[in-house]
């Protein structure tokens, strides 16, 4: 599993996983593989009834939102987002990469039944955009990659709380309470995980974390957070080794197990006049979207942050993050469930308006990184500079 701690590989997986499930689903057999993701396992005595997909969906995924978690806390405290002045370019910048698309997307849907699909093309993939980075941007300096990996995690972390407050319906507040209390338990098991008596700790860990996704699945909020107040709530050194361990799994089989089961779609068969709005908004929103939003507030941050005296990125170094914030992927596929899943036929369009949308954008990023790479003058030695934990 070591290679898929690779971005490179990491993100052609990815790719190849959600390809070949879009090929599978469209061949004659590709019905009974849709009947199978639909096929539900049940856990009666728990209240459980999920089909595979939303096993994938709602329980692998909370895995890589926890270790999304675990990167985002260590960057708001020892990397790119620890202080104000770091922050701010990303933050102005990944503001821009979420009001640009979707109001790109309303523009499209306004007046239609699907304008709740607006979060969809507000995403940014960071395994597949710093997997594309890798391969075509090798001589650029390291700051493009810090900056690409903090606008990322802070889309992510939009991503977050658009999922908590736009696809939450009427919470149980005893549940989320019991949710609560098995997150701080927790962290509290994390801390005293080093002492003597280890294993039984991580033993107990690892069932309170399952209680406490049982507690958010259960309270009517998507599972997926209960990863993420898992990962805010560990100690730090034991996070770091957790995800050490995790990210080469996340990154080789739950995110490719992930998109293959969102991108199981038969294409359907109408006339390009005849698709949704929803298809046309995330095609648009999403490699146009975000390369003129990112764009556009990433160079008036910059304007406003040399003034500060702060070293910033060049305007071509901005247009270069601006062109791989279009892959949204994974985060994208999961906002097009949870916008559509009461609509097939659009949730299907959806699906396939990201893949098209991110397609373009990773296109499009290839020409662009490698124009500016060989641009770049060679470096003979590493720059300096923080190092992420991915």
């Known amino acids: 599993m070591h290679i898929f701690r690779s971005e490179r590989y990491a993100a052609a997986l990815l790719l190849g996983a959600a390809a070949f499930a879009l090929l599978l689903a469209n061949l004659p057999f590709g019905g009974a593989l849709l009947a199978f993701r639909d096929a539900h396992l049940e856990l009666p005595g728990l209240g459980l009834d999920l089909s595979i997909g939303h096993w994938v969906s709602d329980g692998l995924l909370a895995i890589f939102f926890f270790l999304v978690a675990i990167e985002l806390r260590h960057e708001l405290t020892k990397g790119e987002l620890a202080s104000p002045s770091k922050a701010l370019v990303p933050a102005i910048a990944a503001v821009g990469g979420v009001v640009v698309p979707a109001g790109s997307y309303l ?21 597949f955009a710093l997997g594309v980075l890798a391969v075509f941007g ?16 802070l889309d992510d972390l939009i991503a977050i709380v658009i999922i908590a407050l736009f696809f939450t319906h009427e919470p149980n507040l005893l549940l989320l309470i019991g949710a609560v209390i098995a997150v701080a338990a927790f962290g509290l098991l994390s801390r005293i995980v080093g002492r003597p008596a280890r294993l039984p700790i991580l033993i107990g860990m690892v069932l309170v974390a399952v209680v406490a996704w049982y507690f958010v699945y259960q309270s009517g909020v998507h599972a997926t957070l209960a990863g993420v107040a898992l990962g805010l709530a560990m100690s730090p050194k034991p996070a770091h080794r957790t995800h050490r361990a995790f990210e080469p799994w996340s990154n080789g089989v739950i995110l490719p197990l992930f998109a293959f089961s969102a991108a199981l779609v038969a294409i359907p068969q109408v006339a390009v006049s005849e698709l949704s709005p929803a298809f046309w908004g995330i095609l648009v929103g999403l490699p146009v979207g975000k390369l003129v939003g990112i764009t556009l507030f990433g160079a008036i941050a910059v304007i406003v942050a040399r003034r500060r005296g702060s070293r910033v990125l060049e305007q071509g170094e901005i247009l270069v993050v601006a062109v791989l914030g279009g892959i949204g992927f994974t985060v994208s596929l999961l906002m097009n469930e949870l916008a559509f899943a009461r609509t097939e036929e659009v949730k299907d369009e959806g699906t396939l308006a990201v893949l098209l949308g991110s397609a373009i954008a990773i296109a499009l990023s290839a020409i662009v990184v490698s124009w500016a790479s060989r641009r770049a003058p060679v470096r003979t030695k590493p720059e300096a500079g923080p190092r992420p934990i991915v």
């Not at 699907?114 to 969809?120: K, L, N, Y």
């Not at 090798?138 to 995690?153: D, E, H, T």
């Open 107 to 127: 523009a499209f849907a306004a007046g239609t039944g699907v304008m709740g699909g607006w979060p969809i093309p507000t995403a940014t993939d960071i395994a």
């Open 138 to 153: 090798s001589r650029l300096p390291a700051r493009v990659r810090a900056f690409l990996l903090a606008l990322a995690i």
